[in-house]
Structure formats: structure tokens, C-alpha cells
């Protein structure tokens, strides 16, 4: 890979970095979510800079060329992340599940304590409180 190649590369990783510090700072990201992006940055911006690294795990781990070892390694990071959202949505599934039958629940309390109300009203022979 070329020289710009390495110097495009760290500063797309560290306008990347700026970006998720920002959205950290600003609570629009959580902590949890930004562990996988920081460290896909902070692994891009060493590869960037010392661009012998990169080539010296490719030969480490049999990657006939260094760029196919930063396409799986950037694959494997998105599916990480994947798993972490399927895992967080499943979650938030069972959460929805369990407050909108807990809202069901309640809203039929409130009709049942509503009916009593006005059958109790009824036999007195009074006067609905709202009617007063």
C-alpha cells in the first residue's frame, strides 16, 4: 500500500475517534457501543503509522496480502458488533413484553375499579362525583 493510503487511513481513523468522542460526550453513544469503534480506531491510526506492523501479521497469519487481513479484521469487528445489538434488541424485546402486558394489566384494574365505582354509585341512588 501506498504512502497516502496509510496517511488517508489515519485520518479517517482519527476523525472516526474525534466523532465517537463527541457523540460520547454528548450522551448520544454509550460507553458500551463505543469500546468496538475506539478500538477499530486506535488499531487503524498503529496500522496507519507503522505500517510494518500490519505486514508483519499478515506473514504471521498466512494473509497473502495485508489488505485482505484489514478487510477480515473490519468484518469481524461489524459482526461483533452485530451480535452485541441482536443481543441488547433481545433484551429490550423482553423489557417492551413485559411493560406493555404490566400496562394491560393495570388499564383493565382501572376499568374493573371504574365499573364498581359507578355500580356503587347506582344502587346508592347518588350522584357520580363528576356530576356534582
Known amino acids: 500500500m501506498s504512502t497516502l493510503s496509510y496517511t488517508l487511513g489515519v485520518v479517517a481513523s482519527l476523525a472516526t475517534f474525534v466523532v465517537v468522542i463527541e457523540l460520547l460526550r454528548r450522551r448520544r453513544l454509550r460507553e458500551r457501543h463505543a ?18 506492523i500490519l505486514e508483519w501479521a499478515a506473514n504471521l497469519l498466512g494473509v497473502g496480502l495485508p ?8 468484518i ?18 423482553g423489557e417492551t413484553r413485559a411493560l406493555v ?10 376499568r374493573e375499579l371504574e365499573s364498581a365505582l359507578a355500580d356503587s ?7 357520580p362525583a363528576g356530576d356534582a
Open 35 to 52: 469500546v468496538w469503534w475506539l478500538a477499530a480506531t486506535v488499531l487503524a491510526v498503529v496500522v496507519g503509522v507503522f505500517p510494518g
Open 67 to 74: 489488505s485482505n487481513l484489514v478487510f477480515f479484521v473490519s
Open 76 to 93: 469481524a469487528v461489524l459482526v461483533l458488533v452485530c451480535i452485541q445489538h441482536s443481543s441488547e434488541l433481545t433484551d429490550l424485546e
Open 101 to 110: 402486558e404490566t400496562a394491560a394489566l393495570l388499564e383493565l384494574r382501572v
Open 121 to 127: 354509585d347506582r344502587s346508592s341512588g347518588g350522584t
